[in-house]
């Protein structure tokens, strides 16, 4: 038997991989400014900020490493979801408009 802490133990240290924490911090922070970007440009990257932040958040649980880039990727999921949801009620509400003049215009003929 060796004397040294079994890696399986809950609460063990999980060694420290730079390759993989570098590509999670650059993932995270691709994740906030596709956000952001969408919340500017084009509503539609907020579906690539979603799954970029859920491949993150993902690789996090799974490796361990990278527990400090968790908050950056949630902001970026936060974000992207907040604004899509404002995008398709304003999408809606373009609809119910058109809808009620459509159908003011046919009653006033």
């Not at 390759?19 to 084009?42: D, H, M, P, R, S």
């Not at 400090?68 to 999921?77: F, N, R, V, Y």
């Not at 604004?83 to 003011?104: D, E, M, P, Q, W």
Request: glycine share 8%; net charge neutral.
């Amino acid at each position: 038997m060796s004397a040294g802490p079994n890696p399986y133990t809950p609460g063990a240290a999980i060694p420290s991989n730079p390759a993989v924490e570098q590509e999670i911090q650059k993932k995270a922070t691709t994740a906030l400014i596709a956000a952001l970007l969408g919340f500017f440009c084009c509503p539609l990257i907020h579906i690539y900020a979603i799954m970029t932040a859920n491949d993150v958040l993902a690789q996090i649980q799974q490796t361990g490493v990278g527990q400090q880039h968790q908050t950056l990727a949630t902001i970026a999921k936060i974000v992207a979801i907040v604004h899509g949801c404002i995008v398709i009620a304003v999408l809606l509400l373009y609809i119910v408009i058109i809808a009620l003049g459509i159908g003011a215009a046919a009653v006033g003929n």
